[in-house]
C-alpha cells in the first residue's frame, strides 16, 4: 500500500514536470537540490488531489511515507513530505521528536527547516515536556539548523510565547557568526514585538547582538 502510494503521487508529480521552473527554483535555492519545476500554488493542488484520491489522511500517520518522500531527489516531495506531517501534529504522540530531528538535520535549507519549526511548535503546546527534553539542548547543539529551530518554534504563539525562554534562546546564540542564526534572531524579535513591543526593544537595546538580528528585529519597535 505504502509503495503504491508513493507510485502514485510521483506519476501525478511527473505529469506536472517543468523544466522551464526547475531550472531557476533550483538556482533560488542555491542548487542544494533539483526541483520537478512544480511551483507551490499547483504542488497544493496536486497535493489535496492526492490526499482525496487515496484517503491517505483517513489511515494512521505513516513514518515511512515521510521517509520514503525525503529519499526522493527532487525538493517537492520534502515539501509534500512536511505537509504531510501538519495535517496530523495535533494526533502525534510526543515522541515523534527524534523523528522531527531527523526531518530538520536531513537535507537541510531554510524552505523545509521553517516548514517544521512550527510543528515542533504545535507539539510543543501539547506537550510542554518537551522544551526541556529535547528544544533546550537544541538551543546549543552543533548543527545550527537545530539551534534555528528552537529560536523559531514559538513564532506563531503570539501572547503565548515564553519570553524568558525566548530571550535565553537567543543570548545562547548571539554571538554567531551564522547568517541563519541571525536572522532567526531577528525573525523572531520582529515577530514577538508585533505582540510585546517593549520587551524586545529593552532587549534589543540591552543585549549585543549581530547587525542583521537588530535590523530584523527592530522593524515594528519605535
Known sequence: MLKNEIEKL????????NEENAGPMKKYMKDHFPFLGIKSPLRKELEKKFFKE???LKEDF????????????????????????GKFIKKLPKDIMPFLEKLITTKSWWDSVDSIAPLVGELARKYPEIIEETINGWSVDDNFWLRRSAILFQLKYKQQTNKALLFEYIVKNADSKEFFIQKAIG?????????NPVSVKEFIEGNKLAPLSVREG?????
Open 54 to 56: 487515496t484517503a491517505i
Open 187 to 195: 525573525w523572531a524579535l520582529r515577530e514577538y514585538s508585533k505582540t
Open 10 to 17: 510521483t506519476h501525478l508529480y511527473e505529469e506536472h514536470r
Open 62 to 85: 505513516n513514518m515511512n511515507f515521510v521517509t520514503g518522500l525525503l529519499e526522493k531527489d527532487e525538493r517537492e516531495y520534502q515539501y509534500t513530505a512536511i505537509t504531510y506531517m
Open 218 to 222: 527592530s522593524k515594528y519597535v519605535s
